[in-house]
């Protein structure tokens, strides 16, 4: 039997909506849109037989994953694995800001992400091999289970590329919204993708 993953992106914040900004480490709350996501994704998998739920320990995401977990009677678990990429002198830049400030740092991100290296933050790298010993490491403690991971874009894009078998210079090859469903499954050596970017629980949070 598989270990079951149900990847989800947290909720909307001021800093990605508009003009988006790096988000990083930063503790950005949930703002009235994203909090309402929550629970649309709380609805939407009321119906799925989770035992357990780990969360990044930011309050963006220990926020999205609350409701969830009151709906199965769980606790949310903090992991450090599921922490967003750290970008550093980057983190509160606008897109515009960040390439004007770190034209080379930006170009290798839009091109070849596999390669990035943040400025007094993170290489991408870095944060890939910790997503993939996550992976492992549940699917190894919770064989047979199915797992809620409520977590930041650059993991949730990172672990999709890992789960899909695709580079890590794949990275801009999915799309994850705020508030999205995927799921995939343990399968041989490698995963068993089933679902990608659902949104259609959220068509009622605007």
């Not at 994203?34 to 995401?61: D, F, K, M, W």
């Not at 991408?124 to 919770?142: N, S």
């Given at each position: ?162 789960a899909l078998g695709l ?27 089933k679902l990608m ?10």
């Amino acid at each position: 039997m598989a270990t079951r993953f149900i990847l989800i992106r947290h909720g909307e914040t001021e800093w990605n909506r508009g003009a988006e900004r790096f988000r990083g480490r930063a503790d950005v709350p949930l703002n009235d849109v994203g909090i309402a996501q929550a629970q649309h994704v709380a609805t939407r998998l009321a119906s799925e037989n989770i035992s357990a739920i780990y969360a990044s320990p930011a309050q963006r995401t220990l926020r999205s994953a609350q409701p969830l977990a009151d709906a199965h009677h769980l606790t949310v678990q903090p992991h450090p694995g599921l922490l967003d990429l750290d970008f550093g002198a980057l983190e509160g830049l606008t897109v515009a800001e960040a390439r004007a400030a770190f034209p080379n740092v930006i170009a290798c991100w839009s091109q070849t992400p596999g390669q990035a290296i943040f400025p007094q933050g993170e290489a991408f790298d870095t944060m890939r091999t910790r997503v993939i010993t996550l992976l492992h490491e549940l699917a190894e403690q919770r064989a047979e289970a199915t797992i809620a991971l409520v977590t930041h874009r650059t993991v949730c894009h990172a672990m999709l590329c890992v789960a899909l078998g695709l580079p890590a210079n794949a990275f801009w090859r999915v799309q994850v919204d705020n508030a999205s469903i995927s799921k995939f499954d343990t399968h041989g050596d490698g995963y068993l993708v089933k679902l990608m970017n659902e949104t259609s629980h959220l068509q009622t949070t605007h």
